[in-house]
């Protein structure tokens, strides 16, 4: 259940974005700060998740899926600072436009 929500959070972190570009600059900054804050509530699901697994002493299923998982952490993150610089810059030019 803690992956699903992650994955579902990590969607809203790429999604709100796109959402942010289309509005105006004061309602965009509130998008982008929602943004980092569905990216950062995925990672934490994740460490929820690897706790869960080492309580339950499940070394091999933690050992076969750590690796991947440190990788999709990273361009989560990675994409979400993408995503939302471009937004920044999509909004400020707005407001300038305006």
Excluded at 23 to 29: A, D, G, M, T
Excluded at 61 to 74: C, E, P
């Amino acid at each position: 259940m803690l992956n699903l929500g992650s994955l579902l959070l990590g969607i809203i972190a790429w999604v709100v974005p796109f959402l942010a570009m289309k509005h105006p600059s004061k309602e965009c900054f509130n998008f982008i700060i929602f943004s980092f804050s569905a990216c950062i509530a995925s990672l934490c699901l994740q460490l929820f998740e690897i706790n869960n697994r080492v309580q339950l002493e499940d070394w091999s299923a933690l050992m076969d899926t750590i690796g991947t998982l440190i990788w999709v952490a990273v361009i989560l993150a990675v994409i979400t600072i993408i995503l939302n610089i471009i937004a920044v810059v999509i909004c400020t030019q707005k407001e300038t436009k305006i």
